[in-house]
């Protein structure tokens, strides 16, 4: 059976910005497949190329054994398609644009009637169905989205960024709408920079990061690669770079620390990864203690996919975010390595 999406060395530029270095990965029929990674990661045009909403430079993209790039109108028919940005008419009413977009799609009158019916049940929104669009709430507007999305049977549903901006309780609806998609047997194919949203919903992910897919596998796997459980530590709520320094230097020596990074964007925080189930925080406070530095603050947890990301480039997913949006100055993020 082929591979319901399948990205072979992806690369696209816009001008002199490389928005795709190389990216690979496969989603199996009948998975949710997760695009983890900040703003400006290269996610959407990843998503774009897939969609045939853009041409690739070079490199394959394959959906349902269907080329994006030599087969576009074909590859259209295997998708649902639902952007970052809902685009909907304020003067039609919910029902009126489902109607529209199965015109869209040259479904018959008499499969429209009962597709309409079908997604406005799955999704809770016939109290919704006629009523202006521009009387929705952000919620409701990403449902009806969903819904056109769905409403043609694609093979592969295509979600950008599905949740971004909503409220609590709508993700929950939103989850568990993907969640009946995929025992329906619909492959989802989503990206996201939430990483709570990936590690609950997504059967396998790919982590990208400025272009690149840096790792690929179940969240689970990807956690267990990083190795022990991990250990927040900060010498004073803003620390010196030379005490941050000597404070990871008599860290890394001790045989339970397996790695230690400072994380000059977090106000030169250490970051150790540590042998599971071991007395880590005793033995860092005794060590820290016979060397006269002070703990502002210690915390130990086990794996998450920020450290999966951290671990690959020395900065987290929100140090990433705060980046993109200029508010921190990527070139004071850095990944301190004793050997």
Request: net charge neutral.
């Amino acid at each position: 059976m082929a591979a319901a999406v399948f990205v072979e060395k992806l690369q696209k530029r816009y001008g002199s910005v490389d928005a795709v270095k190389d990216v690979s990965f496969q989603v199996e029929p009948g998975e949710i497949f997760g695009l983890l990674g900040p703003n400006g990661a290269g996610k959407t045009t990843i998503i774009r190329c897939l969609c045939t909403l853009a041409l690739p430079d070079s490199g394959r993209v394959e959906v349902c054994g269907l080329s994006a790039i030599a087969q576009p109108r074909l590859v259209r028919q295997q998708l649902g398609y639902v952007a970052q940005e809902v685009a909907l008419d304020k003067m039609l009413t919910g029902r009126e644009m489902l109607q529209l977009q199965a015109a869209l799609y040259h479904l018959p009158r008499p499969l429209t009637r009962t597709r309409i019916e079908t997604v406005l049940d799955l999704l809770g929104l016939q109290e919704w169905a006629d009523k202006k669009t521009g009387t929705y709430s952000g919620g409701i507007r990403k449902r009806l989205d969903l819904a056109a999305g769905l409403l043609h049977q694609p093979a592969v549903l295509v979600l950008d960024e599905p949740t971004a901006g909503l409220d609590i309780e709508s993700r929950v609806v939103m989850w568990n709408f993907l969640r009946q998609v995929r025992q329906a047997g619909t492959t989802v194919l989503m990206t996201s920079h939430y990483l709570e949203e990936i590690d609950a919903l997504a059967d396998r992910v790919a982590i990208v990061d400025r272009g690149v897919a840096i790792a690929t596998g179940t969240p689970a796997e990807l956690k267990t690669r990083v190795g022990g459980d991990r250990i927040t530590l900060r010498i004073r709520e803003f620390s010196p770079t030379e005490e941050a320094e000597k404070a990871r230097s008599l860290l890394q020596a001790l045989p339970l620390v397996q790695e230690a990074i400072v994380n000059s964007a977090q106000g030169n925080s250490l970051n150790l990864v540590v042998t599971p189930q071991s007395e880590a925080i005793v033995a860092i406070q005794d060590t820290l203690r016979h060397a006269n530095l002070p703990i502002f603050g210690i915390a130990q947890s086990q794996p998450s996919l920020d450290d999966v990301y951290l671990a690959a480039t020395g900065r987290t997913l929100l140090d990433a975010e705060l980046a993109a949006a200029g508010m921190r100055d990527p070139k004071t993020e850095r990944k301190q390595n004793m050997r």
